[in-house]
């Protein structure tokens, strides 16, 4: 099968490999299964991290080692390109617009010539921008599967003019396809779908990402001492982590504004921030300006696989984003048997049950963070039941990896299947 991925994601959004795991696996999957598949994305691509926050510094990503995988890649023109400095609100209206307009018109023009060159079996839209490029190539007679890794739209859906503002994301959940396959990331991406595309409905597939379960564990005594050790923290230390790309809407900020209050009554807490991002400036002058910077450390972006260290150092996992706290980090953290503090956003309620895995802070009352984390720094006996109940959640409840690509290869596989045996039916007729 030749699978025609268009995408305006970086493969790891982070440098070393960091940042959500979802689309590299998703192309070691396919390719691993004996598929080709072409990837039709920019130099740049949307969510490429820039130290500086400037464009035109940016250097495009080495194309990963992955089998079967080529890509196509076209260049973006953008305003950034000049040696004059440019106002931030600027960049970003043209950053918004590359994406929003430019790079589905590229995109699909670059798809066109692949598909005059040689035969694809399967169009993979992958993500809001792609949507809005296959939307351009019309009606292929392809099977078509619409890729989602959650979305912003739900807090949108009762306010027209809040979903005008966004409506090149209505237009790419509204696309016309065989297959939607929508993460279930505490975004109710299953909701939005069915407000804004009912018709999608049977065949959507409202999942999960998978974890590596044979490697996310509870660490033991030795372990916890080592990766303490290891990271320069202090053995009696009270660790907390946060993990995530350092944008706005991550609210980081939440757990460095706990700390203070957090102090006088846990001297010895630390708080470890891992992961980078455009807030990270912002968030080492709130650390300055709070007087903290002995008890906040910046990790920077890790690489995926070393996230696991940091979960094996820690006492205790916060999730205070606004939007949802259902990401893979808080998955992993539960996998690990760390109690979590989240704010109740989006769906997080579902897997986050106060006082059986974790403290749940209603939405709204974030300045609660500090004493749910202090109830924690006094109490190890509650530590260690909630901790115990998240693993257990996560037992009973995650899947692996290749559990969920399976379930997906399985899904196109027959969509792919069905298409060739019309086709087939249709020729003997």
Request: charged content about 25%.
């Amino acid at each position: 099968m030749h699978v025609l991925m268009l995408c305006a994601l970086e493969v790891w959004a982070l440098p070393s490999a960091g940042g959500a795991p979802s689309l590299y696996r998703t192309l070691r999957a396919y390719g691993e299964r004996g598929h080709r598949v072409t990837v039709v994305a920019p130099t740049i691509g949307a969510n490429h991290y820039l130290p500086g926050g400037r464009l035109r510094d940016a250097a495009p990503q080495i194309p990963l080692d992955l089998p079967g995988v080529t890509f196509e890649r076209f260049h973006l023109p953008n305003l950034q390109e000049g040696r004059l400095p440019m106002p931030g609100f600027i960049a970003k209206a043209d950053q918004k617009l590359r994406f929003a307009l430019l790079f589905p018109l590229l995109a699909a023009r670059r798809a066109r010539q692949v598909l005059d060159r040689e035969p694809v079996d399967l169009l993979y839209a992958y993500e809001v921008h792609a949507a809005l490029a296959a939307r351009r190539l019309g009606s292929l007679g392809l099977p078509t599967v619409a890729r989602f890794q959650g979305t912003v739209m739900h807090p949108t859906l009762d306010s027209s003019f809040a979903r005008l503002r966004k409506h090149e994301e209505v237009l790419a959940l509204q696309l016309p396809a065989d297959l939607y396959i929508m993460t279930n990331d505490g975004t109710r991406g299953d909701e939005v779908l069915a407000r804004l595309n009912p018709q999608a409905m049977p065949k959507l597939r409202f999942w999960r990402n998978g974890l590596d379960l044979d490697r996310l564990r509870p660490a033991s005594t030795e372990e916890r001492a080592e990766q303490r050790h290891a990271l320069d923290i202090p053995e009696d230390a009270f660790v907390l982590l946060t993990a995530s790309r350092l944008a706005a809407w991550k609210r980081v900020d939440r757990a460095v504004a706990a700390m203070p209050q957090v102090l006088r009554s846990a001297p010895n807490a630390h708080l470890l921030i891992v992961g980078d991002g455009e807030e990270r400036s912002n968030l080492e002058r709130q650390v300055r300006e709070l007087g903290i910077r002995d008890h906040v450390r910046f990790a920077g972006a890790v690489p995926q696989g070393d996230v696991l260290r940091y979960m094996h150092a820690a006492d205790a996992f916060l999730a205070v984003a606004d939007l949802s706290n259902v990401g893979n980090p808080l998955l992993e953290a539960m996998c690990c048997g760390l109690p979590v503090v989240a704010v109740d956003a989006g769906d997080t309620g579902a897997l986050i049950r106060d006082g059986e895995t974790g403290r749940l802070l209603p939405a709204g009352e974030a300045g609660l963070v500090a004493s749910a984390v202090i109830e924690l720094a006094k109490d190890s006996s509650t530590r260690c039941s909630l901790g115990a109940g998240a693993r257990r959640e996560a037992e009973a409840s995650f899947w692996t990896w290749e559990a969920r690509l399976q379930a997906e290869l399985e899904e196109v596989e027959r969509l792919v299947g069905e298409r060739v045996d019309a086709y087939a039916g249709y020729g003997r007729g």
